[in-house]
């Protein structure tokens, strides 16, 4: 990844390509210029980044007016078990740091650097998280863990909600520890994404409760190995 230019250089670059953004005049050109213009754009600080995606975003509407928003999605990411996330509840919201959380569906989404994995942030899906009991020993009370390796890092920003575990400080800390937290979770005989897609479904579908259970045979499918992470981890 290119380094990020002094501020004076990315303002100059940052207004050479409004100017080449104004020029555009089709969907196809978009789709070849923004492919073309992704390096430079990441060598861009971050305002000035987040001033060029605003420009291509207003551009491309106006170039397709016909054509229905749709959510971005990170189509281009490589994330080995990130499911795709449900509509927003009332109660949730969509992390707007995340610059764009919508573009024309007329354009090639896996080029463009403004198609990015949506962020959902919901407090009531926490609360509940944190009230079950951890995954790796059932104690309580838990933290919510976030699986970073679901979505692609974002500075300043942890990965959606969706992707939250319940576990112990204890445990959690040890998670964080870790180099390679898939590894740590294979290593527990534990799969961490499917108990967060059932959670986020127990949120939004209203029916809670069946996590205890879950945890349970997580306990008793465990390698024996876990047992010797536990006390080291305590």
Known sequence: ????????????????????????????????WARAALAAKNSLTAADAKVLEDAFEQKVAGLSPAQAATPAV????SSPASPTPQEPRPSERVDHADPHAHQVSAID???????IP?????KEHLRYVTSLPCLFCTRKPSDAHHLRFTQPRALGRKVSDEFAVPLCRTHHRAAHRARDQQAWWKSIGIDPV???RKLWKETHMGKRGGHAKAAQDA????????GGLDNKAS
């Open 219 to 226: 306990q008793t499918k465990r390698s024996p190995s876990a």
């Open 118 to 122: 949506r962020r959902y942030r919901n």
């Open 74 to 77: 990170d189509a281009g990411a």
């Open 1 to 32: 990844m290119p380094a990020v230019l002094p501020v004076d250089k990315s303002a100059a670059l940052r207004d050479q390509l409004l100017s080449e953004i104004a020029g555009l005049a089709s969907p196809e050109s978009a789709t070849s």
């Open 194 to 196: 499917k108990v967060a």
């Open 109 to 115: 989404k896996s080029v463009l650097t403004i198609s």
